[in-house]
């Protein structure tokens, strides 16, 4: 899914103006580890997944697990968006 | 309660009376019922009186009777009564019934250990001719300020920094280093200030300057001394504690009420303020007026508390209304005033609040300040306390239930899986030898806004350790105190004097002329307060317990019992949303971060379209965006165009008188 990495990088690259963001930040950078999200920086990036991709996020799926790099929500996308296709 | 200004010529030249004249027009809000200045060969002192003790014969500067000592003092002694009768029988003879004067023959019978017999609040300056020697003072906690600097071999001092730059000599220039340190504990760490150069005398120090010779020494230390849990059991029981906090604080009271001008009360519908106006209904038959504060946002209202409590104590009470557009309307004048940035906006509201008593005709209020650092009030103890716990049991169940029971008004944080509430507040077993860990999530979270500094500005911090700096001034004995104590002594050394008692007390209070006075803050209840066993402060997650043992009876339960709001003030939004604000638009753009090179344009202008577009709700964007348009506010004002700004300012706060 070349065009969602885009798209999730891009969101967090101009919604998230703190951490160290930009060209630097690789796939597998932890948003938390950088400095990217905080509290309210989950709920944002949730709202835009459900959003834009049109998912619903569970309660319990609001794990770093799922959430805490680019790699890691292109890979948690993938499964929604096959559970819901 | 007064603004002072000095000058002293290190190399023995006159002072010019003139620049006295203009350093103290600088100040003429703390100040305007009266003002005078004084010359003494390489000295000037010059005072705006703010009458509120001995209104007919209390003028400065005073003097001795040979003129040989003068002071200039801006503040209260609430034990002056007390310390003149005891001069008295030492032989001292009064000219005045002023506390001003009490300070200067006690500096004569026993010189610069006079501050150790004072209560109260305090910066002045005394010049002692005999020995050419000026000797300046700040009060224990820092409620009264005192900056300096040294410039063209002349020492230069004032209550506000704007008097220092009246001087065309002196610099104006933002301090990086200071920044850097305002974007992780919230403020400059003294005697740094936000500009280069311009030194804050410590709160509990005293300066010397003498034959060129300048000497700042401490004369009082917080100290926990061996008041943990650990200690050796105190005899005292729990409630020979309470009898005794209640007892400090009805006498601290007390001699605050000394005034010759009514006084009045804060009244926010918490604990602190209730029980000090519940107090001051204990000694005083007469009409007591309170003031406050109605947002109107519920999130941050509490007029239905402050109802109950007006109710209970049947005071006379005044209430003023903001809006978010208030805080936009007045934002400029409040940093005009704090001269410094700020990282929220809740000084704003207590800017207005302070109009709100000066229109009724008070100068005096008392105020419930200083509490929550003394008796264990604030949040960040109950989350260290509860870091603290899940480092030590990694593996229990009750680990996400308790984090969510921390921030119960911030909805956000509610929302949040465990997995994430351990990855915000989480400990490793390790890490709670850290000698800051109370702060460390505080910290850190402030200093990831510093992304949004300049290239320029971020060399120039270059590799600049504020944690390492706070690190050497930590007191002696300090990494043997409980958690708690630890945690209450950084609240109480930094972010008190740097922030509440200055950004929302002091200079807020005083650009409307208003003096605020503390009973919380009696050097007798603080020194009491830290002897207190930490388990009585919070016991097991209940904040201020003692005090709310205190309270029973004294203020309406509803207020005793009620959940912990801490004051707080709509952020961001104030200032998007509603009709546009000129100087936001301006000092945001683009345009004008670039020119003025302290942020990064691109990142400024991602933070600002969120906020234009409503999707900024988190506590970082907010912070942020005060602290980046509040900076732009101090370097707009004071470092680009110090003396049109000055213009604005005095129009608005109707203070033309000239002194002369």
Known sequence: MPNVEQELRRFVIDNFPFGQVGDGLSNDDSFLDQGIIDSTGVLELVTFLEETYEIKVEDEELIPDNLDSINRLVKFLQRKLQVSS | MCGIAGIVNLNGQPVAPALLDRMIERVRHRGPDDCGSHTDRQVGLAHARLSIIDLASGGQPMHNEDKSVSIVFNG??????????????????????????????????????????????????????????????????????????????????????????????????????????????????????????????????????QQGRITVARHWQLDYGAGGDDAPEDARTEEEYSAKLLELLVDATRIRLRSDVPVGAYLSGGLDSTLVTALIR???????????????????????????????????????????????????????????????????????????????????????????????????????????????????????RLLKRLYPYLGNLQSQSGAYLQAFFGARRDQTEDEFFSHRPRWQLTSQLKTVFSGSVRSEIGAYDGLAELREALPAGYSGWDGLCQAQYLEAAYLLPGYILSSQGDRMAMAHSVEARFPFLDHRVVEFAARIPPRLKMKVLNEKYLLKRCADGLVPPSVRNRPKQPYRAPEGKCFFGGARLEYVDELLSPERIAHDGIFDPVTVQKLVAKFRDGRAIGIKDNMALVGVLSTQLVHDQFVKGFREEFAYAERRAGTAAICH
């Open chain 2, 76 to 209: 209260e002694i609430f034990n002056y009564i007390e310390l003149r009768a005891d001069l008295m029988r030492r032989g001292h003879r009064f000219r005045t019934q002023c506390d001003t004067e009490v300070i200067l023959r006690l500096y004569e019978e026993s010189g610069e250990e006079c501050v150790r017999h004072l209560n109260g609040q305090w910066a002045f300056a005394i010049w002692d001719s005999r020995r050419e020697r000026l000797f300046l003072s700040r009060d224990r906690l820092g409620v009264r300020p005192l900056f300096y600097t040294i410039a063209d071999q002349s020492l230069i001092f004032g209550s506000e920094m704007k008097s220092i730059f009246a001087l065309p000599h002196v610099s104006r220039e933002i301090d990086p280093v200071a920044l850097d340190q305002i974007f992780t504990f919230w403020v400059a760490i003294p005697p740094r200030t936000t500009f280069k150069g311009i030194r804050e005398l410590p709160p509990g120090h005293s300066m010397t300057v």
């Open chain 2, 282 to 400: 204990r000694f005083t038959g007469a009409p007591l007026k309170t003031f406050s504060i109605g947002f109107d946002d519920p999130e941050f209202d509490e007029t239905r508390y402050q109802n109950e409590a007006v109710r209970f104590l049947g005071t006379h009470h005044q209430e003023v209304g903001c809006t978010l557009a208030d805080i936009g309307r007045v934002f400029p004048g409040v940093v005009w005033h704090a001269e410094r940035p700020i990282l929220r906006t809740a000084p704003a509201p207590l800017y207005i609040l302070s109009g709100l008593v000066r229109k009724h005709g008070y100068k005096v209020v008392l105020t419930g300040e200083g509490s929550d650092e003394m008796l264990g009030g604030y949040d960040i103890f109950k989350e260290a306390k509860i870091r603290r716990f899940c480092a030590a049991r990694p593996d229990s169940r009750l680990r996400p």
